[in-house]
């Protein structure tokens, strides 16, 4: 038996940013505390979305959350929650913002080293204490974090990115405006536009079964291929904005079927390294779907077809060299570096050390093949 959960609200549209009042009164949410990063607060969105949402004055702001947000990060706001007597929790932001507002929520009212909920370690069944009301509003189209029922996190335990799951973790409601992303500087623009569409390829091709989000996958690729390239050279295009924040919410709402080795590796990069998963993610994808190809191979048809290549005379493998040659020239015409310099890994030494890391990363177990130590080193070596 296998068992599906769909259990997102979301308001999606432009001009969704104005139900934020409502959100909080119907969770009956008086003092929420605002999650956000401090790009957002520098860049003036945040004092715009306060505006566009007539946020109440009860707002408490916690703008301190890193790019790859950690342990810390997620301490530092619990205890500004506590101080305030804050009551629930928005998450404004991208997806790092989203997703240290998921830990500041789980944290406001469980003990423990942040390790202790975490996958690899059944963290689901010991969130027993309560959890807050959140809405999730992403200010970036990638992550999928609004409707994900998880958050990526750095734990001080052993100094890696987890994930840590649960059900509970759920935001109450996610607010989807299309609006918010149209100042997306176009960088930021392919690579959480690349998240997405990767999130949906690595869950179309995962061996776990759930057919609901194989559908719900192709259609996020197809609609981001229609759209990311135009937000990406014209960022005012509101059409293509939705397009890519639908296929970003499609992303997130199929983590459960699983994601693959581009996410071990760049899990690995962003707790070692930094950088901007999404465009890591971008960089990598073509080489692991090469890796990959032999054990997913029918798969390739569909996607291709997502993608609008023609393959009704074409063999599986040569939907497969179509797709994959498709991505390469999407990162081109994205401006998607070429190798993993911009992340300052350059050495032999730097691949060593993310190794270990990629081998305990729980996306390798929905990996259509099984990667080895020596198939990440390779893969690495690849894109120095
Ligand atoms: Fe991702």
Known sequence: MDTFAFPNKVNFGAGAIASLNDCLASLK????????????????????????ADLPASVSIFSEVDPNPTEANVRAGVEVYHKNGCDGIIGLGGGS?????????????????????????????????????????????????????????????????IAV???????????CDPELTLGLPPFLTAGT?????????????????NPVISGIALEGIRLNHGSLLTAYKDGSNLEARANVMASAMMGGMGFAKGLGIVHSISHAVGALFGGHHGTLNALLLPACLEFNRES?????????????????????????????????????????????????????????????????????LTNPRMPEATDFRELLLGHL
């Open 296 to 364: 997913c191979l029918p798969r390739f048809r569909q996607l291709a077809q997502a993608v609008s290549i023609h393959v009704e005379t074409k063999s599986d493998d040569e939907c497969a060299d179509a797709f994959i040659d498709h991505i390469r020239q999407l990162n081109n015409e994205l401006n998607i570096p070429s190798n993993l310099e911009t992340f300052n890994i350059t050495t032999d030494d730097d691949i060593e050390k993310l190794i270990p890391l990629c081998e305990v990363d729980h996306c390798r």
């Open 165 to 175: 799951v649960g059900e509970r973790l759920f935001s109450s409601i996610s607010i």
């Open 193 to 209: 536009g690349m998240d997405a569409f990767t999130h949906c390829v690595e869950e179309y091709i995962s061996p776990k079964f």
């Open 97 to 161: 913002a989203i997703d240290g507002a998921k830990g500041i929520r789980l944290m406001v009212h469980h003990q423990g080293p942040l390790n202790d909920y975490g996958i690899l370690n059944q963290g689901w069944l010991k969130m027993t204490e309560p959890i807050p009301p959140m809405i999730a509003i992403p200010t970036t189209a990638g992550t999928g974090s609004e409707v994900a029922r998880g958050t990526m996190l750095i734990e001080e335990t052993n100094g890696i990115k």
């Open 29 to 52: 949410v008086e003092k929420p505390l605002l999650v956000t990063d401090r790009g957002l607060v520098d860049c003036g969105l945040l004092d715009e979305i306060i505006q566009k």
